[in-house]
């Protein structure tokens, strides 16, 4: 993803994977942000490179289900670094 600078957290990640100036925690993934499964996989990906973690299988199913932009950040907050 062009423009994701080393230093963005997950928020900013988020918002830019989406094309977003900004996103909210509360804003949901498939109305706000216009997420379908495909982009829910997508962005877990880019999550886990952009900040260079692994995110294993059952934290990417948890943010495939996930609903808020919330939710995705608690689950990437919790992995270890």
């Keep these: 993803m062009d423009g ?3 230093k963005d ?3 900013e990640i988020i ?3 989406f094309g ?3 996103v909210k925690r509360e804003d ?3 109305q706000d942000c216009g997420a379908d499964s495909g982009d829910r996989i997508d ?3 880019e999550l886990s490179e952009q900040l260079d973690v692994h995110i294993p299988d059952a934290v990417v199913e948890k943010i495939c289900d996930a609903q808020t932009v ?3 950040i608690d689950y990437v907050n919790q ?3």
Aim: hydrophobic share 40%; glycine share 8%; charged share 30%.
């Design 43 to 45: 962005l877990s990906l």
């Design 70 to 72: 919330g939710e995705v």
């Design 28 to 30: 949901r993934l498939d």
């Design 79 to 81: 992995l270890p670094t």
């Design 9 to 11: 957290g997950p928020m």
């Design 15 to 17: 918002a830019k994977y």
């Design 4 to 6: 994701v600078l080393a």
């Design 20 to 22: 977003k100036k900004e």
